[in-house]
Structures are given as C-alpha cells and as structure tokens.
C-alpha cells in the first residue's frame, strides 16, 4: 500500500467515491434514528452498525424485530436481503484471489453496494491493473462509504431523540426501501421480480412468524432469473432475424 | 426493542448474528472458494435477491401502515408513489427520498 501506483490509485477511488457519501450519510441517520426511536441503546446501535454495515439488512432486521418476529425469521430475513453481498465477493475474487488472507477479510469486511459498483466498474475495463493498485483502489473507495455510513448512525442516533413526536417517523422506512429499490429497477427482470415479490408480500401476510416474506422473497427471486432468460431469448431471436 | 422479546439478550444475538452472516457472504467467496466459477443459475437468482426481497417487506408497511391502525392511507400511499417514480425516473436515491418525505409532510399537514 505504500508504492507509488497504489498511492495514486488511493486518491483516484477517494475522488470516485466521494459524492457516494452523500448517498451513504443520510442513509446511515436514518437507521440512527429509527433504531434510537425502536429503544435500542447507543451502544447497540453502534455496534450493530458498524459490525453489519449493510443499511437494508439492518433495517429489516429491526423492522422484524420490533414486529416481535421469531429469531430465525429475523436473522434468515435480514441475511436474504445481503445476499447480493455474496454476489459481489464472487465478482472480487479473481481481482483479489492473490492478497493475503487478511486484506481479503479486510476487503470482506468493507464491500457495500456503493465501492462494489466502482470496482466492478474500473476494474473490468480494458486496462491491465496490478493487485497493488486494485487494492489501493478498493482502500479508497472505502474511505466515503462505511466511515460515513457509522457517523451518519451516529448522528441520527443522538439527534433521534429531539425529533418532534408528531413527525411520522413510522415511514422513514418504506420511504428509503423504495428509494433504494427504485433505481435499481433496470431491466424488465428487476421490475418484475418486484412486482411479484410485493404481490405475495400482500397475499401471504396472513401467514404467521412473517413466512409471507420468505414467499415474496422466493418467488421474486424466480420470477427475476425466469423473466431474465426469456427476455434474452426474445433478444437473440431478434437479433437473428435482423 | 422496548416490548418484545428483543428487550435484552436476544437483542445481541440478532446483532452478533447479523454480523456474523453478513461477513460470511461477503467472504465467501474471496476466503473460502476462491476462483472456482458459480453454476449460471444460481448467479441469475442471487442477481434479484435484493428486488426480490425488499419490495415484499415494503408492501405491508405501506398498504397497512402501524401508524394509522392498519388502515390504508391516501397520504402514505400518495408518499410511497412519489418516492418510486421520482427513483425510477431520476434514478438518484437521495432524490427520491427527498420526494417521498416533502409529499408526507406536506399531505399530511394539509389533512
């Protein structure tokens, strides 16, 4: 991390990342507050967002919790909505596969959406870039997503308690859900997974220990992968007829 | 976690859990299997985990929102529709959240 090339490499993912901050910080507040307003303590709330650092997860985490949902419902919830993080670690192996065993955990540790999406995105350009400099990179990227991300708990934690009673807090939830959704509604896959996942959510609720959402999330999660490899066979066949 | 079973120990269980998990699944791969390629299908499903399970946890809260007893509500739902479309068509997140919280408020004054 101290040559040259990793150094340059440092500063070029800071600068990329930096507005992703803007992003990651008001995020961050939000969970602070909603956690503050759940009756967690402090000390709960910063550690559990800066053990996690996967604002989604930890929010339908405490949603379930507070819904008096059983353990497992909560932890199988919580963990299905960072799957995608499984993902992820997949498309950084062959980057990082030849770091030592403790920067990989360190790389691990510190992948969110945000420095995943600019790695994934410099990386698999067409220029050859050598590990030191993929992991200076990735180090800088780091620097405006998760400390950001555990200040902005922080401060929504402290400031949560001198929010007005009459601000309807309650939907801060569903409200930053879709936003973190809705961008990310590219292809007629994602709307369609979706949409179905919010049907079932709404046709299964009656079930109890929340399994409507296990239903949603399953069902969703086919109908995206069924609905993507129709569209790619309409596609090829369009284009073998062009 | 005032009143439910999550008023204590249980609470850190989740915590701890959670933390645990997650950093298996982002380990995963970089620690454990290395370089050896996912079957197509499974990466095709793990690609709409996330708009697969978050619009199902959404739904609920928003057509039986807590706060009004589980009745539906014009305003909420008004909130929601802004939030979706400002985020659909600007694609930015801190935008649509902008949206969402401007049209509660206001709704929500005026009623």
Known sequence: MSSPTSRSAFFLGLREALPMALVVFPFGMVFGVVATEAGLELIETMVFTSAVIAGASQLTGLHLMQDAAPLLIVLASALAVNLRMAMYSAALTPHFGQASLLRRALIAFFTVDQNYALCAKRFDGPERLSLGWKTGYFAGTTVPTAPFWISGTLLGALVGDAIPEWLPLDFAVPITFVALIAPGLRTGAHRGAALVSAMLALAFAWLPYNLGLMVAGIGGMMTGAQLELILERRKLKKEGLA | ?111
């Open chain 2, 1 to 111: 976690m005032t009143g439910t079973q999550y008023d204590g120990p249980l609470l850190w269980v989740v915590i701890f859990g959670l933390a645990l998990g997650s950093f298996g699944l982002r380990f995963l791969f970089l620690g454990v299997v290395g370089n050896r390629p996912m079957p197509e299908w499974v990466l095709r499903h793990l690609r709409y985990t996330a708009v697969a399970v978050l619009p199902g946890l959404v739904a609920p809260m928003v057509v039986w929102p807590a706060a009004t007893g589980g009745e539906p509500e014009p305003v909420r739902l008004t909130a929601i529709l802004a939030t979706l479309v400002t985020g659909l068509v600007t694609k930015n997140m801190t935008l649509s959240i902008i949206a969402g919280a401007v049209v509660l408020g206001l709704g929500l004054a005026l009623t």
